[in-house]
């Protein structure tokens, strides 16, 4: 007798759980479009569904309209099975906030110098200046230079990230020979997007090479006696600017004070023709008889320097002390 009762009992159990597998398949529970998740997460209220039973077969989920009928048993239902959803579940307070994403560039640089037509030295620091980019999402964090003889920037020959943060003037030195070249600036804010600014165009001019004292120099105790002597200088050319060419020309001052350029006792053109000897980077020049020195005098000297032919010229970017000895 008790056997037979657990044995109706396990068998109603089993078609419950059948049931309650089945509604959980009409609801479509596992998929996160189907109405049961939809409205477990959008509905203001709780939501009733009312699943009807045809000829023995479940039927599909109506949040919205009751049965006509709706039996009161709860073992094997032949009419209608309510299944209530809560929906008003509070969300925990120490539930983090979103960080927004940050999908917009910063604002557009506007370049500023240099613009139109440039001297430019060899031994010169030059400012590349724009206008400050702003940002008010993540950030400003940094700036990119590009410098191009090409004006769709396809080969630059300067491409640098630079000024972290929000500093609006680059200041970088260059060995660029005479021509035309463009730049452009790429402002990057800290999510990775970016602006970049119109290109803008400069000239550089034809300038004379950079000049530097070699030899002779003395201390103030010390002299030499040779009154012709050997001269030589560091010095710069821009390429296509040679000696040999007769584009390149030197002036070498003599004086007996500190400012040889001004009223020098000797000031010497030297060019191919004359010059003594040369190398890339070095020229170098030996006083004849005519030109010799007096003995006992204290002497500096300096080179001016052209690039033209001797129509402009830069003189050294310093001076040497002579001494001659009596």
């Not at 477990?40 to 919205?64: C, M, R």
């Amino acid at each position: 007798m008790e056997s037979g009762a657990a044995k109706d009992y396990l068998i109603s159990s089993v078609k419950l759980l059948g049931k309650i597998t089945l509604v959980f398949e009409i609801l479509d529970f596992a998929n996160s479009t189907g109405p049961f998740i939809f409205d477990l997460i959008f509905a203001p209220t709780d939501v009733t569904y009312y699943i009807t039973q045809e000829n023995g077969i479940l039927g599909s989920p109506s949040p919205t309209s009751e049965p006509t009928s709706i039996p009161t048993s709860t073992s094997t239902p032949p009419g209608a099975t309510s299944v209530s959803v809560p929906t008003d579940t509070p969300v925990p307070a120490d539930t983090p906030t979103p960080t927004p994403v940050d999908n917009d560039p910063p604002g557009k640089p506007t370049l500023l110098n240099p613009s139109g037509s440039i001297n430019w030295d060899f031994d010169s620091y030059y400012t590349f200046e724009w206008s400050n980019s702003t940002d008010n999402g993540s950030g400003l964090s940094h700036y990119q230079l590009l410098i191009d003889i090409n004006s769709n920037f396809s080969s630059p020959l300067y491409d640098e990230f630079v000024l972290e943060n929000s500093e609006a003037v680059y200041n970088d030195y260059f060995e660029y020979i005479k021509g035309m070249y463009y730049y452009k600036v790429i402002a990057y804010d800290k999510a990775g997007n970016y602006t970049e600014s119109n290109s803008q165009s400069f000239t550089v001019n034809d300038h004379p090479p950079t000049t530097d004292p070699d030899i002779p120099g003395t201390d103030s105790g010390s002299c030499i006696s040779d009154t012709t002597p050997y001269f030589s200088w560091w010095w710069y050319e821009s390429e296509g600017d040679t000696i040999e060419s007769g584009k390149v020309v030197f002036r070498l001052y003599i004086d007996d004070d500190t400012t040889p350029f001004t009223t020098p006792v000797r000031c010497i053109e030297i060019n191919r023709s004359n010059i003594t000897d040369y190398m890339d980077d070095k020229a170098c020049y030996n006083l004849d008889a005519l030109e010799a020195l007096p003995a006992g005098g204290n002497y500096y000297w300096g080179i001016e320097a052209s690039s033209d032919g001797g129509t402009t010229w830069k003189q050294s970017n310093s001076t040497m002390r002579l001494n001659i000895c009596p």
